[in-house]
């Protein structure tokens, strides 16, 4: 042969050694280009094919089908024209080596053909672990054959100082073995007491498989393993329905359970490594075994569960199996483990125990669900691993099974199935219930909705917001009439209020609102039941309908959205006729001509200004030495200051009420001041506003087995309760107490019920206080700001300089923004303002947008309004900052 290039058998993997010829792609005669496949190869664990980066025509001898060809033998050869190719298959397997000839002078000679590199996962290439390795380095000056590399990097042998017995001095497999230390064994340690033991068994003998032998000799390496198994049960009902839900293989996810309990315990995914060391990795690559069509297992690897979405993974995982199946996956796609998965679950088995090969210290052996749970028994190597982290890390593991929505990104449905009445039942009908029933009906769900009234609307439309803000309107034309001379306008500041007139507006516009509501909601469907309900199980609830007949209902999920009715504390006195709440205020028969209000909060200031603009001499009692503790303090501080200013209404800060006495019209209220001095005053009634607390005392939350933190129900940040299908919203929850932010929890909850990822962020929220001047919030304080782990700036510019303010007389307010100085994000907007209830909005925007302060410098605001001021606020602060910048990076 005049000129020819030797196509030898590749090492395609750490433990290749031989392979067995199974197809060619190419016959004698073919002209073979670039990167062309020639010939398939069966390995150790895989079928793989053979390319070839010459060009040239495929020769023989060839070796034939079912040839078992040691790794650097030849195959085949290219020969540069047809007339120089041999038709013939080799005898006895591979053929003999042919000379090759040398590249011309000046030319580099083509390296061997190898099977290009195939491409690891960006994150992290897998790193060499204990059992199987690369091959020895090749000695400095001399040859080694691939093979004796191998066995040089598992017995410990320096090759550099071995003389080969080969041609050409050439370094060969046995060579390596005679010179390995007495008692050396393949697997890099101490040959172990564990040996197979050689002895004749009858029946008929054949040759083991590749992957026979791959498998044989692996668990031969793992004798050399001192495990140790842990087990525990796990039920498995909610990560199913997640798989099921989700349309991902449950594998997948018991994957990705793995992974984020070795988060957890990091030492779960080292390894071994021969001469004393400990191999640390990060990537939690995660080997799955796989039946092969023809039989055998076959372990492809699941790379870097943690750190890709799990869809890729699906997708990957679905390609993986179907190629692991037949054979044909790369040794990247199949070498070094970092922690492996077994499941024999589908064939009933309940309990058993797996072997890691070794480079993998822990296995997880999966068995089939009992009533006890899905068998768990994790396999380790005690090298690595000691039991009592071992019971740990398969203690968390349980629970990321039994709780995945606590971590599975993405989120899924998370109503359970069952024959169920309903599918979610909402108990409760106002802002935060009504919202989310509204949400599972439209996505065709069927829903329950309990409710203690005929119509729903719940606390805001019966006893709160609508009504005190018909309230407030009304008061807002008097206050306005005040002010109707500074414009020119005489003769109008004298309005006279009639009280039926307005109450019989207020109560249409309820009677309205609540029909539509009700209208609305059968419009989607929505099973609306009056009743007050309670839970009698974690699946069931009680009520007694409008007839007093006691009714039962079964749900798969629910929503408690009961609301929180008023607190009145243990005053003396607090129990008479003339002591009113929120929820009885609403039914008085005129307007007090002197009232006391006791609490300054929301309504408590709200009720006292609105008597007061009616006509009444109001006094307001606050134990604290602030008003409104949910707004920022400087917005506080100057409305205290407009409330001391005004006529008919006087405030006492830091003061008690010690009791309440005599009777509606002529009732004495007893106090202590700031200074501890006592006094009275007398007044026609009393209006207790110190908040609400919610009130569980028959409701069934033990039933369900709900748990409640001081006074209130847990939840987290996606209003989830302690019992995963059982979520609360609103005034029973922690947190602020505004139809807003119920009826935003309300859309949280039944999102997360629908299986979408939804969160409630109370940095986001907002609020408003309709006193005059109004006071409004989104987002954090400046306080809040440096709590939460902020570096913020705040800027303020008071209302009384915009032109409009000017226009309509408006001498009181101000706006203040918080911004984060390394983001320049804007993180709260605070107002104090006659009309911050429409200014506030904007600010709404800016915060739940996470805007920078930039774009709102940016932005055109319309001349002459209020809007301008937060132009102005962004721009001044944005020169702060940069001003800042300069200064920092000069010095």
């Known amino acids: 042969m005049a000129s020819s290039y030797t196509i030898k058998m590749p090492q395609l993997s750490d433990t290749m050694t031989e392979g067995v010829l199974v197809e060619w792609e190419k016959q004698p005669g073919d002209h073979v280009a670039r990167g062309d496949v020639v010939a398939q190869v069966e390995t150790d664990k895989a079928i793989m094919d053979v390319e070839v980066f010459r060009e040239g025509y495929l020769s ?200 984020e309990a070795i988060k957890q315990h990091p030492a779960m995914n080292n390894a071994y490594q021969f001469g004393d060391k400990i191999v640390e990795r990060s990537n939690v690559d995660v080997g799955i075994a796989v039946e092969a069509d023809k039989g055998g297992l076959v372990v492809p690897v699941l790379r870097d569960v943690n750190n890709r979405e799990l869809s890729d993974l699906a997708t990957g995982w679905k390609d993986l199996v179907s190629r692991a199946r037949q054979r044909r996956l790369t040794p990247a796609e199949y070498e070094h483990p970092t922690f492996m998965l077994s499941n024999l679950g589908m064939f ?144 109008t500041d004298q309005g006279t209020l009639n009280w039926n007139a307005l109450e019989e507006h207020r109560k249409n516009v309820l009677q309205t609102r609540g029909e539509m509501a009700y209208k609305a909601d059968k419009g989607l469907k929505i099973d609306y039941r009056q009743g007050r309900g309670r839970l009698t199980g974690d699946h069931s609830l009680a009520y007694t309908d409008a007839d007093g007949n006691e009714q039962e209902l079964t749900f798969g999920a629910a929503i408690i959205a009961t609301g929180a009715p008023p607190f009145v504390p243990p005053i003396p006195g607090a129990d008479k006729e003339g002591v009113e709440t929120s929820n009885s205020i609403w039914y008085l028969p005129e307007p007090p001509k002197r009232l006391a209000v006791i609490g300054a909060g929301a309504i408590g200031l709200e009720m006292a200004q609105i008597f007061r603009d009616f006509g009444a001499e109001v006094t307001t009692f606050e134990v604290q030495d602030r008003v409104l503790p949910e707004v920022e303090g400087e917005v506080a501080k100057t409305l205290t200051q407009v409330l001391e200013g005004e006529e008919r209404l006087t405030l006492h800060l830091g003061a008690k009420v010690d009791q309440i006495d ?40 033990e039933a369900a087995g709900v748990e409640t933190d001081n006074g209130f129900i847990k939840v987290d940040d996606r209003c989830r309760t302690s019992v995963p299908h059982i979520f609360a919203v609103g005034d029973v929850i922690p947190g602020l107490m505004l139809a807003h932010t119920a009826a935003t929890q309300g859309r949280v909850a039944a999102s997360n019920l ?114 301008e001021m937060f132009g102005d606020l962004a721009r001044r602060l944005l020169s702060r900052l940069k001003r800042a910048a300069k200064k920092k990076a000069k010095s």
């Open 60 to 259: 023989g001898p060839i070796a034939p089908v079912d040839a078992t060809v040691p790794v650097g033998d030849p195959l085949a050869y290219l020969v540069e024209s047809p007339e120089e190719v041999v038709h013939e298959e080799a005898e006895g397997g591979a053929p003999a080596a042919q000379a090759e000839e040398s590249a011309p002078a000046g030319e580099e000679k083509p390296a061997e053909p190898q099977t290009p590199a195939t491409e690891q996962p960006a994150a992290e290439a897998p790193q060499q672990a204990a059992g199987p390795q690369a091959p020895a380095p090749r000695p400095k000056g001399k040859k080694a054959t691939p093979y004796s590399r191998v066995l040089a990097r598992l017995l410990g042998v320096d090759l550099e100082r071995l003389t080969g017995t080969g041609p050409e001095g050439e370094i060969t497999a046995k060579d390596v073995e005679a010179a390995a230390p007495a008692g050396a064994a393949a697997g890099g340690e101490p040959a172990s007491g564990a040996v197979a033991p050689r002895r004749s068994i009858p029946g008929h003998e054949r040759d083991m498989t590749s992957l026979e032998r791959a498998v044989a000799h692996n668990m031969q390496d793992a004798l050399t393993m001192p495990l140790f198994r842990v087990s525990m049960h796990a039920h498995p009902e909610r990560l199913q329905q997640a798989a099921k839900s989700m349309g991902i293989s449950f594998t997948i996810l018991l994957a990705r359970a793995c992974g």
């Open 348 to 491: 009933g088995v309940e309990h058993f125990d797996a072997i890691p090969v070794p480079g993998a210290s822990g296995i997880l052996a999966v068995g089939s669900v009992t009533e006890q749970g899905m068998g768990l028994t994790l396999s380790c190597d005690h090298r690595v691993i000691n039991g009592a982290d071992a019971a740990r890390y398969l203690g968390d593991l349980k629970a990321l099974i039994e709780n995945p929505d606590a971590w599975l990104e993405g989120g899924f449905p998370l109503i359970p199935e069952g024959d169920w009445d309903v599918e979610v039942a909402v108990i409760g009908g106002g802002t935060g219930g009504e919202d989310a029933a509204r949400e599972l009906a439209e996505n065709g769900h069927k829903v329950a909705l309990i409710n203690d009234g005929e119509l729903p609307g719940g606390e805001c439309l019966w006893r709160g917001c609508i009504p005190s803000k018909a309230w407030r309107a009304s008061a807002n034309r008097l206050r306005d009439r005040e002010g109707d001379s500074l414009l020119g306008v005489e003769g």
């Open 662 to 701: 005599g009777a509606v019209g002529d009732m004495t209220v007893h106090y202590t001041d700031a200074e501890g001095n006592a006094g009275t005053v007398q007044v026609d009634r009393v209006l207790v506003a110190t908040g609400k607390r919610p009130n569980f005392e028959g409701f069934g939350l």
């Open 754 to 867: 629908l299986g979408e990822r939804a969160r409630y962020d109370q940095a986001l929220d907002c609020g408003v206080i309709f006193t005059r001047p109004e006071a409004a919030f989104a987002g954090l304080t400046e306080e809040q700001a440096k709590e939460a782990g902020y570096d913020p700036v705040a800027a303020k510019t008071l209302v009384k300089i915009d032109a409009m303010a000017m226009i309509e007389g408006e001498e009181d307010g101000l706006i203040k923004m918080v911004v984060d100085k390394t983001t320049h994000r804007i993180l709260g907007v605070h107002i104090l303002a006659d009309h911050a209830d429409n200014l506030i909005g904007e600010a709404v925007m800016m915060v739940s947008g996470r805007m920078t302060v930039e774009q709102v410098a940016e932005a055109i605001h319309p001349h002459p309004t209020q809007t």
